[in-house]
């Protein structure tokens, strides 16, 4: 008993979460994983504004387990960052089960992408090529299951980290109903669906249909993701597609409030974010862009121009005080 006790970490349990929002009738909002973007200190400032899980940014798993420096670039929490699911990318099950075993004491989870649509991971095997090898998840998901069952780690609640896919939609559906149920095969704890295709572009409307389908024949939690911008936009997604949560991107990217019912970036996410992201060290070109994008709707072209060509910190600091007045605060990270 005590050496399992030692063996529990402060992490929540996606499943738990879940089950506290079902109990009052809702669905679980998500802060989907974004290249770059969906670091620790966004991440922080979304679950601020009613943001129940954060992922991290897509990591290669085979670089990630063989180099500390990547480790230490690619993945940092903190007491506040809790529950955080980190998102890897494999073509190997091994080196996915190794990756997930590094991190399984310092997250509630791990996610296989299975969704980029990006030509270089296609061609590396990993990402949306997966979605032609689901034998490949099959045995992934299985591999990864059984390194958290033998680590032994439990979460806060004493279960295990979850082991969680992303995935995209075929134009066949029942393609794709086949993968889940492969994946449901070996114990997949949940998926997200992506409800657009491999090559289907992001200004494209997402197929709410093909989520509700896939929701209504598989046999663990489904999460929608795709052209959320708005609460409203979250909310007739669980609706329509009867998923157990809602994952937003770009929405949140344009304003880290919208599931606290903003319209547009509150100032005050701002201000949080300007203190966040210096306290955590984000290197300039992510603290800038997740500024610029906050405040798009804010601007007008001129003002635009002027904030893209700022290139420095403090560049960006005196911007916000002179037209804003917003302040940096240390006392916000607390």
Known sequence: MGGEREDRTRFRS??????????????LRICAPMVRYSKIAFRDLVRRYDCDIAYTPMILSDVFKHSSIARDAEFRTSATDNPVIVQFAAAKSEDLADASELVARHCSGVDLNCGCPQKWAISEGIGCALMEKPDIIKDMVQAVQSRLQSSQIKLSDGSKP????????????????????RAEMVGV???????????????????????????????????ANGDVFSLEDANSTAAYTGADGVMAARGLMRNP???????????????EYLSLGISYRTTFFIFHGHIKYMLEDSMSRAEKRRFNILSSTSSVVDYLEQHYGIQYNPRMVQ
């Open 14 to 27: 996606i499943l738990e979460c879940l089950a506290d929002r079902k109990a009052d009738g809702g669905y």
């Open 162 to 181: 979850t082991c969680s896919i992303k995935i995209r939609i075929h134009d066949d559906i029942k393609k794709t109903m086949e993968l889940v149920k």
């Open 189 to 223: 704890d949940y998926i997200t669906v992506h409800g657009r295709t491999r090559r289907m572009r992001p200004t494209e409307p997402v197929h709410l249909d093909s989520i509700k389908t896939i929701k209504e024949h598989a046999h663990v939690p489904i999460f």
């Open 257 to 271: 409030a919208l599931f606290a019912g903003f319209e547009r970036t509150p100032l005050e996410a701002v201000e």
